[in-house]
Nanobody, 124 residues
Framework: QVQLVESGGGLVQAGGSLRLSCAAS????????MGWFRQAPGKEREFVTG????????YYADSVKGRFTISRDNAKNTVYLQMNTLKPEDTAVYYC?????????????????WGQGTQVTVSS
């Protein structure tokens, strides 16, 4: 069993930055593909970005390319999401997710574990 705990959300003005963290329990973190998803009010949960076991492969949704960066520190069992040039449309609850297969995928059903989510609000 893997537990994921997100932190780092908050309120920021448009154009600002935030860094989210997701800490994973257990000694199997380096065998997990990690992803970030988000869900805005009234909308479906959507893929934001993902990173492979070693961190050598990353994938981004078109809406965040060039603004968001995912990274991981396997020694700390933590994955990060650096969000720059934030826009009001980035407002959502952000979820960390993990899956055992070493391939980033965009579908929510492919992920085995989920965090509780952290709120990100971008004001205009």
């Amino acid at each position: 069993q893997v537990q994921l705990v997100e932190s780092g959300g908050g309120l920021v003005q448009a154009g600002g930055s935030l860094r989210l963290s997701c800490a994973a329990s257990g000694r199997t973190f380096r065998s997990l593909t990690m992803g970030w998803f988000r869900q805005a009010p009234g909308k479906e949960r959507e893929f934001v970005t993902g990173i492979s076991w070693s961190g050598s492969s990353t994938y981004y949704a078109d809406s965040v390319k060039g603004r968001f960066t995912i990274s991981r520190d396997n020694a700390k069992n933590t994955v990060y999401l650096q969000m720059n040039t934030l826009k009001p449309e980035d407002t959502a609850v952000y979820y960390c997710a993990a899956r055992w297969h070493n391939r980033v995928v965009v579908t929510t059903t492919a992920y085995d574990y989920w965090g509780q989510g952290t709120q990100v609000t971008v004001s205009s």
